[in-house]
T-cell receptor
Framework: DAGVTQSPTHLIKTRGQQVTLRCSPKSGHDTVSWYQQALGQGPQFIFQYYEEEERQRGNFPDRFSGHQFPNYSSELNVNALLLGDSALYLC????????????FGPGTRLTVT | AQSVTQLGSHVSVSEGALVLLRCNYSSSVPPYLFWYVQYPNQGLQLLLKYTTGATLVKGINGFEAEFKKSETSFHLTKPSAHMSDAAEYFCAVKGSSASKIIFGSGTRLSIRP
C-alpha cells in the first residue's frame, strides 16, 4: 500500500518565479491538506482540498493556490516567490469522515534564492 | 479555536532513561490529540492519537500518552529511551468539527549514550 508521495524532493527557484508542487494521497484517502514547515518550526496549515474544492484555508496570501484532481491527487502553486517562502512543504492525506487523522508525505524542500 | 504549547524546545536524556515530552493544549471543543515524530529530512509519522474513550493511549515504538482534561495536557512518555528515538516530536490538536490540525512548535529529543 503506497503511502503519500510528493514530487519533486528538492527545488531551487529564484525570487519572483512560480513553482508547482505535487502530491498523491494514500490509497483510499479523499482529502489532501498542505502545510508549510519553516526551519525549526512546526507545520503551518495552508489549505485543504476535498471533492476538488478548497474547503478550508490558513493564514496564507493568495499567492498560494491549489488544485485537486478527480483521482484525489493535488498540486500546490506558489506565485511571485519570496525568500521567506523557503521551507519544507508537506502534503497530508486523510479521509473526510471520522477523526481525519492525517498521513504525511516526505515533503518538498523549496529554496528561494 | 485550538492551540498547542510544547514545553521545552530541546530535551536530552540518557539511553535507557525515561522520556517525557510535555504538551498542553487549548480547545473550545472536545479535542482530538496527536503526537507525530519527524526524523531528519523526512515527513511526519503518526506516533499515537487520542479521540475518545480510554485516556491512556499507546502508540508505536513503545510510546504512550495520557489525556488529562483537568490539566489540558497530553504528555508523551517512553519508559526507556533508545538511540533511535532521537528526532523532532510534534504535539497537535484538532477540534472535532474542524478540518485542520494545529501543531506545536516541536521538541527535539536527543539521546546521550
Amino acid at each position: 500500500d503506497a503511502g503519500v508521495t510528493q514530487s519533486p524532493t528538492h527545488l531551487i527557484k529564484t525570487r519572483g518565479q512560480q513553482v508547482t508542487l505535487r502530491c498523491s494521497p494514500k490509497s483510499g484517502h479523499d482529502t489532501v491538506s498542505w502545510y508549510q514547515q519553516a526551519l525549526g518550526q512546526g507545520p503551518q496549515f495552508i489549505f485543504q482540498y476535498y471533492e476538488e474544492e478548497e474547503r478550508q484555508r490558513g493564514n496564507f496570501p493568495d499567492r498560494f493556490s491549489g488544485h485537486q484532481f478527480p483521482n484525489y491527487s493535488s498540486e500546490l502553486n506558489v506565485n511571485a516567490l519570496l525568500l521567506g517562502d523557503s521551507a519544507l512543504y508537506l502534503c497530508a492525506s486523510s479521509l473526510r469522515t471520522g477523526v481525519q487523522e492525517q498521513y504525511f508525505g516526505p515533503g518538498t524542500r523549496l529554496t528561494v534564492t | 479555536a485550538q492551540s498547542v504549547t510544547q514545553l521545552g524546545s530541546h530535551v536530552s536524556v540518557s539511553e535507557g532513561a525515561l522520556v517525557l515530552l510535555r504538551c498542553n493544549y487549548s480547545s473550545s471543543v472536545p479535542p482530538y490529540l496527536f503526537w507525530y515524530v519527524q526524523y531528519p529530512n523526512q515527513g511526519l509519522q503518526l506516533l499515537l492519537k487520542y479521540t475518545t474513550g480510554a485516556t491512556l493511549v499507546k502508540g508505536i515504538n513503545g510510546f504512550e500518552a495520557e489525556f488529562k482534561k483537568s490539566e489540558t495536557s497530553f504528555h508523551l512518555t517512553k519508559p526507556s529511551a533508545h538511540m533511535s528515538d532521537a528526532a523532532e516530536y510534534f504535539c497537535a490538536v484538532k477540534g472535532s468539527s474542524a478540518s485542520k490540525i494545529i501543531f506545536g512548535s516541536g521538541t527535539r529529543l536527543s539521546i546521550r549514550p
